[in-house]
């Protein structure tokens, strides 16, 4: 399973983003899709999630903000970043739990990850 993350970049604080993420391999099923954030010297955190029947969860500082949403015919999952901060700063991984056709049980996989950088 390939997970090829797009939409990384630098903006201004205010402005918007739009991250997507392809997945690709031998997939049978994808309950859970998900954007995480790490900044240097810190864990890897929630940003954003998304499972098979649509239900999303959010961290409290991207409320209201960030929109994600997937594509299960195309399998990807995308993220809109709105009033962005800098805070919002950081590494943004794509991540699945899927089973595939060598894996019967969930699994996690992680994308490899796109720079986010908003300025002041």
């Known amino acids: 399973v390939q997970l090829q993350a797009y939409g990384g970049g630098l903006v201004q604080a205010g402005g918007s983003l739009r991250l997507s993420c392809a997945i690709s391999g031998s997939v049978s099923s994808i309950s859970v899709m998900g954007w995480y954030r790490q900044t240097p010297g810190k864990a890897r955190e929630l940003v954003a999630g998304?499972?098979?029947?649509?239900?999303?969860n959010y961290a409290d500082s991207v409320k209201g903000r960030f929109t994600i949403s997937r594509d299960n015919a195309k399998n990807t999952v995308n993220l809109q970043m709105n009033s962005l901060k800098p805070e919002d700063t950081g590494v943004y991984y794509c991540?699945?739990?899927?089973?595939?056709?060598?894996?019967?049980?969930?699994?996690?996989?992680w994308g490899q990850g796109t720079q986010v950088t908003v300025s002041s």
């Open positions: 998304v499972t098979n029947i649509g239900r999303t």
């Open positions: 991540h699945v739990v899927a089973v595939t056709t060598a894996r019967a049980q969930p699994y996690n996989y």
